[in-house]
């Protein structure tokens, strides 16, 4: 069974721009939450998806959005890059909870200059 | 924010040696989990504890969980160079929705 696929893996942008990452879940999982990870935060949840709908939303702003498609693939935007977005962002795939033991993709990083 | 606090934040031991890795909470949970990540990359599932479990055990991992003290460690026996990695708590606060939260993690490094 193939793993979490997140794409790309690295990313540059510049501060104003718009960013969207990819995540392909685990074949039959159907919850997806979204992670991001800096040195100085660490794992902060942003978001989990289930069929669809967002279930729950971590405390980021509004520059942050996501969705999930039939497919249970996700993906994540932000727009109105600042430098402050630099990090690793983790998605991660499970059966039907993102309270559940999760699968990690590899992750995006992203460089905001 | 963090729900859990991992202590130490680094570990340094010699290859065949025992690692300890503690982490405190603070409310109550459902569940807590162990996470390895290697530099960079996603993190990898290690051993799931429920509340109403008090010690687990999974190859050379041991994992303990004190609710009353909301704290647990994760114990790594005849250590490899190839546990070199960061170690992360997580735990489902039962109410806070379908999400785990995330200790600030143990940097471990084997010496081989």
């Known amino acids: 069974k193939a793993g979490v696929t997140q794409t790309p893996r690295y990313l540059i942008k510049t501060r104003g721009q718009q960013v969207t990452l990819s995540c392909s879940p685990i074949?039959?999982?159907?919850?997806v939450s979204w992670y991001q990870q800096t040195p100085g935060q660490g794992l902060q949840f942003l978001f989990e998806?289930?069929?669809?709908?967002?279930?729950n939303k971590g405390n980021f702003p509004g520059r942050f959005s996501g969705r999930q498609f039939s497919n249970s693939r996700s993906e994540m935007n932000v727009s109105t890059l600042e430098l402050g977005d630099s990090a690793l962002y983790l998605c991660?795939?499970?059966?039907?909870?993102?309270?559940?033991?999760?699968?990690f993709g590899s992750g995006t990083q992203l460089s905001v200059l | 924010s963090q729900q859990g606090e991992e202590d130490p934040q680094a570990l340094s031991i010699q290859e065949g040696e025992n690692a300890t890795m503690n982490c405190s909470y603070k409310?109550?949970?459902?569940?807590l989990q162990w996470y390895r990540q290697n530099s960079g990359r996603g993190l990898v599932h290690l051993i799931l504890i429920r509340s109403n479990e008090r010690e687990k055990h999974s190859g050379r991992l041991r994992v303990t969980l004190d609710t009353s003290k909301k704290s647990s460690s994760l114990l790594i026996t005849a250590s490899r160079a190839a546990d070199t990695a960061s170690y992360f708590c997580?735990?489902?606060?039962?109410?806070?929705?379908?999400?785990?939260?995330f200790g600030t993690g143990t940097r471990l490094a084997v010496r081989p």
């Open positions: 074949s039959g999982h159907r919850s």
């Open positions: 998806y289930f069929s669809e709908t967002q279930r």
């Open positions: 997580a735990t489902d606060a039962g109410g806070s929705g379908d999400k785990l939260t």
């Open positions: 409310t109550s949970i459902n569940n």
């Open positions: 991660a795939s499970s059966l039907a909870s993102g309270r559940e033991k999760l699968f």
